[in-house]
């Protein structure tokens, strides 16, 4: 997990979160589950969201999606984040939507800033 944690900040801080994201299903085995992955994610998604990236930010998502990893309200914020960095509104609707469907993440008091 630190090893991951450890490439991601590293790439982050020279600018090169692809680069991160690339490495990381190479360190995924030594991954738990759960924990340090969703925490890494997380960090990586609001590293992008901060930079307005909502191209980055979608594919993320879906990526999150698709490897089975439930929505949970840190990713709806890294994506209310990213709207708000580029002030698309309409996104964002949709986002916090998501907290409201049945079976969603609860939104948070980040969520409804």
Do not use: I, W
């Amino acid at each position: 997990g630190s090893l991951l944690r450890g490439c991601l900040r590293a790439c982050l801080r020279a600018g090169a979160g692809a680069a991160g994201l690339r490495a990381a299903p190479r360190l995924r085995p030594r991954l738990p589950r759960h924990g340090q992955a969703r925490s890494a994610l997380t960090a990586v998604m609001n590293a992008f969201a901060r930079r307005g990236d909502l191209a980055t930010l979608a594919a993320l998502q879906r990526r999150a999606d698709e490897a089975g990893v439930p929505l949970y309200t840190e990713r709806v914020n890294a994506m209310l984040l990213g709207c708000r960095e580029v002030g698309d509104a309409a996104e964002a609707v949709r986002q916090y939507e998501a907290c409201r469907s049945p079976g969603g993440p609860l939104p948070d008091s980040v969520t409804v800033k």
